[in-house]
T-cell receptor, first 115, second 108 residues
Framework: NAGVTQTPKFRILKIGQSMTLQCAQD?????MYWYRQDPGMGLKLIYY???????DKGEVPNGYNVSRSTTEDFPLRLELAAPSQTSVYFC??????????????FGEGSRLTVL | AQRVTQPEKLLSVFKGAPVELKCNYS??????LFWYVQYSRQRLQLLLR??SRESIKGFTADLNKGETSFHLKKPFAQEEDSAMYYC??????????FGAGTRLFVKA
């Protein structure tokens, strides 16, 4: 079982470049999330989606965009990369939004460095 | 404000000693709390949830609404418990917020 798959695992960007972090899940989960984790900090929610065609901002959405054209895929787009976006990015999915009976299933993470 | 606080960045104990990882939360609604764990070179994964009142790998956690706490405990730590532990709070039914995490190191 693949679960949640993120690509790439590592990437170095120059300031001002753009890129897309890919996330796919094969569990038919409705809810998907993008988090970033800075050193010594907890995971901060960037964007989330409650189903195909529906996305919304989390705590730290500035500088990012997402789309959810299918249930399986939830790519995260970085436009005009800045050093402040250097972080580890985690994609997660859930069938019940993570509450009560649900849980978050995570990808392996993508380490992004902006120089 | 909704917040999860884990006051210890690092906790080091000897094998066989009791361990307690602290977690406090701030939330005006009815809290739904979880502990997630990340072992070395593995994905972040659910350890336990308060609603289940379960014991997983010898760990338990009790929700104390009066103290707004959800501390994780284990009576006898094992070396394989060494990992990063995150306390998490679900808000609005589907958004999970995380504490900064505590790294547990169990010494032989």
């Amino acid at each position: 079982n693949a679960g949640v798959t993120q690509t790439p695992k590592f990437r170095i960007l120059k300031i001002g470049q753009s890129m897309t972090l890919q996330c796919a899940q094969d569990m038919n989960h409705n809810y998907m999330y993008w988090y970033r984790q800075d050193p010594g900090m907890g995971l901060k929610l960037i964007y989330y989606s409650v189903g195909a065609g529906i996305t919304d901002k989390g705590e730290v959405p500035n500088g990012y965009n997402v789309s959810r054209s299918t249930t399986e895929d939830f790519p995260l787009r970085l436009e005009l990369a800045a050093p402040s976006q250097t972080s580890v990015y985690f994609c997660a999915s859930s069938d019940h939004g993570g509450s009560v009976t649900g849980e978050l299933f995570f990808g392996e993470g993508s380490r992004l460095t902006v120089l | 404000a909704q917040r999860v606080t884990q006051p210890e960045k690092l906790l080091s104990v000897f094998k066989g000693a009791p361990v307690e990882l602290k977690c406090n939360y701030s939330y005006s609604g009815s809290p739904e709390l979880f502990w997630y764990v990340q072992y070395s070179r593995q994905r972040l994964q659910l350890l336990l949830r308060h609603i289940s009142r379960e014991s997983i790998k010898g760990f338990t956690a009790d929700l104390n609404k009066g103290e707004t706490s959800f501390h994780l405990k284990k009576p006898f730590a094992q070396e394989e418990d060494s990992a990063m532990y995150y306390c998490a709070l679900v808000t609005g039914g589907f958004k999970t917020i995380f504490g900064a995490g505590t790294r547990l190191f169990v010494k032989a």
